[in-house]
């Protein structure tokens, strides 16, 4: 099982925090199944103004031994936010490693091909 950080989340409230994680943990099950051995940090921010309503900005890494990609997300709900932030970040796996249609837990990484030499 991949290792998950939350990182900054004493600014929130205890049902904030639950719901963050309990979004979270799915979507670092379906990482887990494309990539093994990585590690993801969840950083979250709560802008607290004067106003009724508070702002909300996640990033979320996820860190292996050969690469780091990151994901960065705000919105005014907290769990549209923390959805909004994973799903990046599952785009960004996909997109990178191209995972799309190919069978679970093995990335097949294409490589270039070689030029030949005369």
Known sequence: MAEVRFINLRTFDATEVSRIKTIV??????????????????????????????????????EAPSYLLSAHAFDWDVVVATHKVMKKLENEVKRRFKTEGQKRGKIHVKERPQKKRR
Do not use: W
């Open 25 to 62: 943990m799915p979507y670092v099950e379906k990482l887990q199944r494309d990539i093994r051995n990585c590690n993801v940090a969840f950083y979250g921010k709560k802008y607290d103004k004067t106003g009724e309503r508070a702002k909300y900005s996640f990033h979320a890494r996820l």
